[in-house]
T-cell receptor, first 112, second 111 residues
Framework: SAVISQKPSRDICQRGTSLTIQCQVD?????MFWYRQQPGQSLTLIAT?????????ESGFVIDKFPISRPNLTFSTLTVSNMSPEDSSIYLC?????????FGPGTRLTVL | TQLLEQSPQFLSIQEGENLTVYCNSS?????LQWYRQEPGEGPVLLVT?????EVKKLKRLTFQFGDARKDSSLHITAAQPGDTGLYLC???????????FGTGTRLQVTL
């Protein structure tokens, strides 16, 4: 199994600012995933983060808006840039060490 | 784009009732997973089904993968308030563990 923590757990931000979300895993993993869950909805994959290479973004998501870092095998960050109220969501990271995905508790972001 | 449609979207039942949640797609998946998510937490994996026609049981929960590996169902027997949550199916295409999540079914079980 894998235990994942995220910081912050929640935040309220002003329009136009940026927020960096941290994801820490208790074991080394090759791939980390970042998801967005808009209010009352399901999860949408933003990007896959591999250590040592640039993140791979899904359709509709771009690096300028959601830059990702992956400095080592246990840590990743997702930045939500130039925020607008439409970015209000829960952001979750996950890992899949052995064909099973484990999710962090999520970061609940509210943009005013 | 692969879509996974879940039905129903919302379900409110009383303790002791049975229910079935469906997860349908026009795409074939190498595996399909079911998760339950409670408020303030990330989704927690319940089961993974891999083989077409496969049936797995987890206490009062029965999961089935369609023969063509395009659809799945989750049946809960004698629901309890602790079953309350958001149920999500997710299909894997075999591409680097990427998951496509279903639209979700929000279940509320009352006393």
């Amino acid at each position: 199994s894998a235990v994942i923590s995220q910081k912050p757990s929640r935040d309220i931000c002003q329009r136009g600012t940026s927020l960096t979300i941290q994801c820490q895993v208790d074991s080394q993993v090759t791939m980390m995933f970042w998801y967005r869950q808009q209010p009352g909805q399901s999860l949408t994959l933003i990007a896959t983060a591999n250590q040592g290479s640039e993140a791979t973004y899904e359709s509709g998501f771009v690096i300028d808006k959601f830059p990702i870092s992956r400095p080592n095998l246990t840590f990743s960050t997702l930045t939500v840039s130039n925020m607008s109220p439409e970015d209000s969501s829960i952001y979750l990271c996950s890992v899949a060490p052995v064909n099973t995905q484990y999710f962090g508790p999520g970061t609940r972001l509210t943009v005013l | 784009t692969q879509l996974l449609e879940q039905s129903p979207q919302f379900l409110s039942i009383q303790e002791g009732e049975n229910l079935t949640v469906y997860c349908n797609s026009s795409s074939v998946f190498s595996s399909l997973q079911w998760y339950r998510q409670e408020p303030g937490e990330g989704p927690v994996l319940l089961v993974t089904v891999v083989t077409g026609g496969e049936v797995k049981k987890l206490k009062r929960l029965t999961f089935q993968f369609g023969d063509a590996r395009k659809d799945s169902s989750l049946h809960i027997t004698a629901a309890q308030p602790g079953d309350t949550g958001l149920y999500l199916c997710a299909g894997e295409t075999g591409t680097a563990s990427k998951l496509t999540f279903g639209t979700g079914t929000r279940l509320q079980v009352t006393l």
